[in-house]
């Protein structure tokens, strides 16, 4: 790690490595979050979940409304809702406007929370939308954002 007043005033960390690579040279700045906007090459996103869907969609109000846009492939936003007094792994299912559409099942729900409280970016993904009697069954996979 190189100390220059400069980069620690603006918020950059800079680091040199001059391993057997010949050097590398990286400068992250620190956002208006204040995480780290670290480049990452080869990232790829790694299946958590593969195979489960939002639960609670029947207590949620307008949520025929909600799915109706809804399509195989679609993103979905993952946030944590560790206050929930029902499950302390509680994660919301959010659709692109942020809208609940429901949970993470509790029974998969542990090791994905666990990664969000880590700092761990998750989404989910849609695997299908169907209608099954009275209830919509939205299927989903969650995924690791690394």
Do not use: Y
């Not at 790829?44 to 949520?63: F, K, S, W, Y």
């Not at 659709?95 to 993470?104: E, I």
């Amino acid at each position: 790690m190189v100390d220059d007043p400069t980069a620690r005033e603006s918020g950059a960390l800079v680091a040199v490595n001059a391993g057997n690579a010949g050097g590398l040279l990286a400068v992250m700045h620190g956002g208006d979050s204040g995480v780290l906007d670290v480049p990452k090459p080869f990232a790829q996103p790694i299946c958590l979940v593969d195979d489960t869907r939002v639960a609670g969609t029947t207590h949620v109000e307008g949520i025929d409304e909600l799915v109706r846009g809804l399509q195989e492939g679609d993103r979905l936003g993952l946030e944590r809702d560790p206050s929930n007094k029902h499950d302390r792994w509680c994660i919301r299912v959010l659709d692109g406007q942020g809208r609940r559409l429901g949970f993470v099942p509790a029974d998969v729900n542990q090791i994905p929370a666990r990664l969000m409280d880590g700092g761990k970016r998750l989404f989910a993904k849609v695997t299908e939308v169907e209608l099954r009697g009275g209830w919509r069954r939205i299927g989903m996979e969650v995924w690791l954002d690394d």
